[in-house]
């Protein structure tokens, strides 16, 4: 796929290696090693520097972040036995370094790439699932999509409750595309106005629209780390639900609403 | 009018819609999020912490739409895939 621009054109494929069953966008894969290799140089220098009581400006806002993550984390799944907090602040760090990287000069995001999205996706959604076995147990777990609405009119053989599973299956295929293709078209998309404001304006008042737009590239790649990592959670959340959670939820919901926990996975609800 | 006008201005008339429906909705989006989150700051003022954090995963959902309506746009305008070779 090759963009057309008014002075010359824009290459957005990956440079690739090997046939279809096994071909590998080289760029992604480096970019990625360049990623892991910035998240590990910044674990060495934390823990070469780390200081208990009195943390210095970087250590205060690694920490900001994993404290904020954990009580989010607190927040939404409440006192249920999963250790999701190392998976879910792995992933928010590397998806914000990953979309952070792409506004340098000679570097690409890897998360422009839609298999480095797909696959994050069906890491999470995989997880979801497997926590969802693990807390339903296998016949609740099939037993939770025909249990999503009591209609009042149930008609022969319970067809609408068969109805209502579909959709809710229907539901589950559509979590993995909306998760990856809202992280991949943000960063793509952010990183191909760039090439079109370069190559589409004179040269001279370039910068001030392309500053712009790295400045709002910034606040996005930031958001959609945070929406990926927090959707995640949310999912599992709502996943690992059952029946009994449920009443116990219900006898203590007052004193609870209009905080963040509610309200967060109502926001993931209606996505 | 040839095929590759006729595909080149449905093209270009298609992308249009797109951007403008995508702005069109998300700014309706937007606003929705944003006049609530007013709206509960004023009624709450202490919760303005974690309203902001709310508005901000609203507004990068809702953003996400048009961005992926941008996207098939420039897709459509710059290398169309049914455009004959």
Known sequence: MRLLASSGQIDVN?????????????????????V???????????????????????????????????????????????????????????????????????????????????GLAIFSIGLLHFYSVKFRGPVGYVKHYFSIVQPKWKGPWGWTRIVFALLEVIQEVSRPVTLSFRLYFNIF????????????FPAVIAPVPGVIWVLFSIFVGGVQAFIFTMLTIAYIAMGT??????????????????????????????A | MTDKGLILGLSAVAAGLMLGLGALGAGIGDGLVSSRTVEGTARQPEARGSLLTLMFIGVGLIEALPIIALGIALLLLFANPLQPK
């Open chain 1, 14 to 34: 990956h440079p690739t290696v090997g046939t279809w069953p096994l071909q590998i966008n080289v760029d992604t894969i480096y970019n990625t090693l360049i």
């Open chain 1, 36 to 118: 892991c290799g910035i998240l590990v140089v910044i674990a060495l220098l934390l823990r070469r520097n780390l200081r208990e009581g009195r943390p210095g400006r970087f250590q205060g806002a690694v920490e900001g972040i994993i404290e904020f993550l954990q009580s989010l984390i607190k927040d939404t799944l409440g006192t249920k036995p999963i250790a999701i907090a190392p998976i879910a602040i792995s992933l928010f760090m590397f998806i914000l370094i990953a979309n952070f990287l792409g506004l340098l000069p000679i570097f690409k995001s890897p998360t422009n790439d839609i298999n480095t999205t797909i």
């Open chain 1, 189 to 200: 998309v952010g990183e191909l106005m760039v090439a079109l404001i370069i190559s589409l």
């Open chain 1, 241 to 270: 639900e059952t029946s009994h959670d449920d009443e116990h939820h219900e006898e203590s919901g007052s004193g609870h609403h209009g905080g963040v926990p509610v309200a967060t996975s109502d926001v993931a609800r209606a």
